[in-house]
T-cell receptor, first 115, second 109 residues
Framework: ETGVTQTPRHLVMGMTNKKSLKCEQH?????MYWYKQSAKKPLELMFV???????ENNSVPSRFSPECPNSSHLFLHLHTLQPEDSALYLC??????????????FGPGTRLTVL | GQNIDQPTEMTATEGAIVQINCTYQ??????LFWYQQHAGEAPTFLSY??LDGLEEKGRFSSVLSRSKGYSYLLLKELQMKDSASYLC??????????WGAGTKLIIKP
């Protein structure tokens, strides 16, 4: 257990569906991240939140919409996804903002399949 | 562009030693991380190097050479549970974390 939980662990959705991924961290950290992990590719940073404010949005398509209602919770809302969006979506947190400063604590991920 | 290179896959024998290499070309350098990720699980932190030299943690060691743009992770007395992917990541001059694609390590009895 890393102190970061994600639900659901697996999700299958059609291209017209709307779903949400949830992440919760129990570590008292100030920064939270969404990553996309595809097979044999480097982790892709999608969004960064610091103290509930979005500080990075790395050219992610608008069909992905993040939400951070408080410093412990992070959501990723999904709509009209494409099959190429199928991947493992990882949530992470760290004490401070800045992806390259502190150790990051990752959740187990949501395996997303888009049909 | 920024680039991290790691072998895609390696195989080693239980009880042996294995070295996983990582070479990087980034705009600046502010540290290098190694993470371990078992299949279907979260990546977990292994080590952090910012100065040249060795960082040891039990059976795992990481070595950094900034002049060569190179690091390696050394795993000793391999156990079956060490079968996992090992991710190398470098912090660039803007404190952005640049990730490698990971090395899948297979341990055979």
């Amino acid at each position: 257990e890393t102190g970061v939980t994600q639900t659901p662990r697996h999700l299958v959705m059609g291209m017209t569906n709307k779903k949400s991924l949830k992440c919760e961290q129990h570590l008292g950290h100030n920064a939270m991240y969404w990553y996309k992990q595809s097979a044999k590719k480097p982790l892709e940073l999608m969004f960064v939140y610091s103290l509930e404010e979005r500080v990075e949005n790395n050219s992610v398509p608008s069909r992905f919409s993040p939400e951070c209602p408080n410093s412990s919770h992070l959501f990723l809302h999904l709509h009209t996804l494409q099959p190429e969006d199928s991947a493992l979506y990882l949530c992470a947190s760290s004490q401070h903002r800045g992806t390259g400063v502190d150790e990051q604590f990752f959740g187990p991920g949501t395996r997303l399949t888009v049909l | 562009g920024q680039n991290i290179d790691q072998p895609t896959e390696m195989t080693a024998t239980e009880g042996a030693i294995v070295q996983i290499n990582c070479t990087y070309q980034t705009s600046g350098f502010n540290g290098l991380f190694w993470y371990q990720q078992h299949a279907g699980e979260a990546p977990t932190f292994l080590s952090y190097n910012v100065l040249d030299g060795l960082e040891e943690k039990g059976r795992f060691s990481s070595v950094l050479s900034r002049s060569k743009g190179y690091s390696y992770l050394l795993l000793k007395e391999l156990q079956m549970k060490d079968s996992a992917s090992y991710l190398c990541a470098v912090t660039d001059s803007n404190y952005q974390l640049i990730w490698g694609a990971g090395t899948k390590l297979i341990i055979k009895p």
